[in-house]
């Protein structure tokens, strides 16, 4: 059985993109993977983050993850600062990747935007740290959102230079599985950025625990262009609204973006909207119901995170030890 690794961070409430990117996946990979799932909370600390609001995420983060299926007995559930492992592996792997990769990376672009010299050094180091929570697990498959491939290249270019460094194969090479539709869910307010958690408009995004009445309103709201759905997909090229909402109906209803414009062409985005409201309340509302239940026990939740760190250790102290001892610690 091949072993998944796969991360979140607990930097806000999730949102529709991370569950149509990451999430439901996740779910259903479950059934024929090992799976090691993770709150990055030392990712999340490479943007500021009030320390009240960090462990109040993870928490939601945790009962949201549980809500949508994620089984945390038969899988691993933890978060990454209580694995003391991620953190060794990451400065090895800092002291491998050359900075020339790194300023290829586009998240930090895009994240830093023009004000560069007044981010993190974590947040331009980030993606080596992603490359040690998979590879001190020597995932092979990693589920994720199409924005993360690059970052996965990274991986795979830092596991095969520590390879040919140290003279062993002993890093797999890890496959990204990304999925087919709306592997890259785009802000409700601006097609052409992003849906994500830590964007400061919450009207940019679907959150997980958003009520049916908080999901319409945010829908309507949502921008787009005056036309009407085309008869098929090349008449969204040039729309990107258009285009992440047609996308985001298909994900949800397991149609291609062609089928559901066989259903809606000719319609204008009111009607249209009215009909994926529907969909993502079918999808979204009973998670945030029973997250919300979930949260009125949280020494549970504390708990279950817990028991988790702890198996995720038993696998990934070995293998990180067993690295420290080829570069000569
Ligand atoms: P965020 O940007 O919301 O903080 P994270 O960095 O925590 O997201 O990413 C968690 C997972 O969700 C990753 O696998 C990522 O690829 C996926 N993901 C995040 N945003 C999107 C999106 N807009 N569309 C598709 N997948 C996404
Ligand atoms: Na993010």
């Not at 999901?215 to 921008?223: D, E, S, V």
């Not at 985001?248 to 249209?272: E, N, W």
Request: with cysteine; aromatic share 6%.
């Amino acid at each position: 059985m091949q072993r998944i690794f796969s991360g979140i961070q607990p930097s806000g409430v999730p949102q529709l993109g991370n569950y149509l990117g990451a999430i439901r996946n996740w779910v259903n990979l479950q059934a024929d993977h090992e799976c090691v799932f993770c709150l990055v909370d030392m990712h999340a600390i490479t943007v500021w983050q009030e320390p009240a609001k960090l462990r109040e995420h993870t928490l939601t983060q945790a009962a949201i993850l549980l809500a949508s299926g994620i089984d945390a007995q038969r899988h691993i559930l933890f978060n990454q600062s209580a694995v003391s492992a991620h953190a060794r592996l990451a400065w090895i792997f800092n002291c491998v990747a050359r900075l020339g990769w790194l300023n290829r990376m586009t998240q930090f672009k895009d994240k830093a935007g023009k004000d560069r010299e007044n981010h993190s050094a974590g947040l331009y180091v980030y993606p080596n740290l992603m490359a040690a929570d998979i590879l001190a697990y020597k995932a092979t498959r990693v589920p994720v959102g199409e924005d993360q491939k690059q970052h996965l290249e990274l991986t795979n270019d830092i596991a095969q230079k520590f390879n040919h460094d140290y003279g062993v194969e002993f890093f797999p090479q890890v496959e990204a599985l990304i999925p087919p539709e709306a592997a890259r869910v785009m802000s409700l307010r601006d097609g052409t950025k992003k849906m994500s958690k830590s964007d400061p408009s919450a009207q940019s995004r679907i959150e997980l625990t958003d009520d049916a009445d908080t999901i319409a309103l945010k829908i309507r709201r949502a921008k787009t262009d005056t036309g009407v759905l085309p008869e098929d997909p090349s008449g969204l090229a040039d729309r990107p609204e258009a285009r992440n909402l047609v996308s985001i109906y298909a994900a949800l209803s397991g149609k291609t973006v062609q089928q559901v414009l066989d259903l809606h062409q000719g319609q204008g985005f009111g009607p249209f909207k009215a009909a994926l409201t529907e969909v993502v309340v079918n999808e979204i509302a009973p998670i945030a119901l029973k997250t919300s239940q979930l949260l009125q026990d949280e020494t549970h939740l504390v708990q279950m995170l817990h028991n988790g760190a702890q198996r995720a250790q038993a696998i990934a102290e070995p293998i990180v030890a067993e690295a420290e001892k080829l570069v000569g610690f």
